[in-house]
């Protein structure tokens, strides 16, 4: 499934080339992919809990085929933070697979996992980022 999506990535940033907001790189991705035969949710409502309250809710900016989270920059890299960031969609949803994808002078892109067992193990114990990640 990812690399239905990097392949769909590269090819909207051939097209578009690198310059503009991040909302038009999400439109372009939502048809292509759409285009490519996936179901793709846009601008996606991921909720977070903390003790059973709702603390706040993300919004992803795309969801394909239910199973992977993609978050979309237009930075001069991909940074730790970004990685973070969808890392907490993972975290606060039941999918595992998440790409961070860059149109920024270069086409970058991340992919990263995250399990839903550790999920749980999470909420128990205390974990870092580079835990996480394993770095």
Do not use: W
């Amino acid at each position: 499934m990812t690399e239905r999506i990097i392949g769909v990535f590269y090819e909207v940033y051939n097209e578009l080339g690198f310059g503009f907001l991040e909302s038009v790189y999400r439109e372009a991705m939502r048809i292509a992919l759409g285009q490519a035969g996936l179901e793709v949710q846009a601008e996606v409502q991921v909720p977070v809990s903390f003790r059973g309250n709702l603390v706040g809710v993300f919004r992803a900016d795309l969801v394909v085929n239910g199973c992977v989270v993609v978050e979309l920059k237009t930075a001069d890299s991909i940074s730790k933070a970004h990685e973070a960031q969808l890392l907490h969609y993972l975290r606060a949803s039941s999918i595992e697979v998440g790409l961070v994808m860059n149109f920024g002078p270069d086409a970058r892109f991340r992919r990263v996992e995250m399990a839903n067992a550790r999920k749980k193990r999470m909420s128990v114990f205390s974990a870092s980022y580079t835990d996480v990640v394993g770095r």
